[in-house]
């Protein structure tokens, strides 16, 4: 049902083919977030009009709302949102770390205090793995421990291995649900600890890799405070040591800076919540930095947000038209920045793709990078 191919290789980094039984993804790959089920401002029709390949949902806000049983219940989440293509959800894991003040960490689960309601929520590797074969995507995620980025090695290594032991309990419940003929084709993916420490890090992919045969290795962890040359770091690392025959997706991370060091460091798989969060705040992604839209010197500027960009936005609309409409605080202002970020980091990847089956990703990537911190990015 799920395979991956190598098709070419620049370096560390690689062009290769993901299938799943809903479709074959190119990789490398943004995947635009959904967490509640909606890329935030878009519709299914916009995001594969921009030809995204892969969408992501979380299983712990929509356990809260509007709940796993009633997804099932209305088919899964495909049919729910209207999306046909892949889907991988989040199993809450990373809500550990950004809730923090609203849950307890012991070695059954973590209670979560629902930032809804304040209701209690127990939820186990067991329970999140109903919870993701409830809403039925096609690749899921383990429920593993997120501590910040500069954790110390003690406390990086506690909650790696607690994963690695939650990672067990996950595939156990795993294979038990998809015994079941009626239980959706699915593939579970383990998630690489260790903070920014290499040895626990090495440490944790071989484990993993040694509990059995996997689909594709998650890297986490990673983006939750560090700097970024121990994220690239530990990137390296994790690529010396995942098998090279498996996807690799870098959870949480979706600056261009970071997708396009992240592919030189084997990469396959990105998702974040940025170019959505960018876009409500009036921001562009452009090849020459990010731009505050707000400012006064686009309030007559009649070129669109990037010159030769294919998103609607850039298509219709100029500067001036995006501009007049985040300072007036409409909503299709935001709407038309979140389409274009999302766009643009898809478009991105897309090139990197392209280079490395060329031949050129190391120069290009180079260049690419030079242009784009060329100009400081302004308030």
């Keep these: 049902m799920f395979s991956f191919a190598i098709h070419s290789r620049a370096g560390r980094a ?186 626990l890090r090495r440490a944790a992919a071989r484990t993993i890799a040694d509990m059995g045969a996997w689909d594709g290795f998650a890297i986490g962890g990673l983006s939750v405070g560090e700097a970024k040359p121990d994220m690239y770091g530990m990137l390296e690392t994790c690529d010396d040591v995942i098998p090279s025959d498996r996807p690799r997706y870098l959870m949480g991370v979706g600056y261009p800076e970071d997708l396009l060091e992240g592919v030189a460091r084997g990469v396959d798989l990105f998702d974040c919540v940025a170019p959505t969060r960018m876009g409500r705040n009036a921001a562009a992604l452009t090849p020459d930095g990010r731009v505050n839209m707000r400012r006064a010197e686009f309030r007559e500027d009649d070129r669109p947000l990037v010159e030769g960009c294919g998103c609607g936005a850039c298509r219709r609309f100029s500067r001036a038209y995006i501009r ?17 970020n999302v766009h643009f980091l898809i478009a991105l990847m897309r090139d990197a793709r392209q280079r490395i089956v060329s031949g050129d990703f190391d120069s290009w990537s180079r260049d690419w990078l030079a242009r784009y911190h060329s100009q400081p990015t302004r308030p």
């Design 14 to 199: 690689r062009a290769g083919l993901f299938r799943t039984p809903r479709g074959v993804i190119e990789t490398p790959v943004f995947m635009p977030v959904g967490t509640l089920a909606t890329v935030k401002a878009l519709d299914p029709d916009e995001l594969q009009g921009m030809h995204a390949q892969i969408i992501l949902a979380n299983a712990y806000h929509l356990h809260l709302r509007p709940g796993d049983e009633l997804v099932r219940r209305r088919g899964g989440l495909h049919r729910f949102m209207g999306w046909n293509a892949p889907i991988l959800t989040d199993s809450g894991g990373f809500q550990v770390f950004s809730l923090a003040s609203l849950n307890r960490v012991d070695e059954d689960g973590v209670t979560f205090r629902s930032h809804i309601d304040g209701s209690s929520r127990h939820f186990t590797p067991e329970s999140v793995m109903h919870i993701e074969t409830n809403l039925g995507a096609d690749v899921i995620m383990q429920f593993d421990h997120v501590i910040p980025g500069q954790s110390e090695h003690a406390a990086a290594n506690d909650a790696s291995e607690r994963s690695i032991r939650w990672l067990a309990r996950c595939r156990a419940e795993f294979d038990l649900l998809h015994a079941d003929a009626d239980a959706p084709q699915q593939t579970l993916f383990p998630i690489v600890q260790g903070g920014i420490h290499a040895d």
């Design 324 to 340: 007049h409409l985040v300072q007036a605080d409409e909503m299709l202002g935001a709407r038309l920045l979140s389409l274009h």
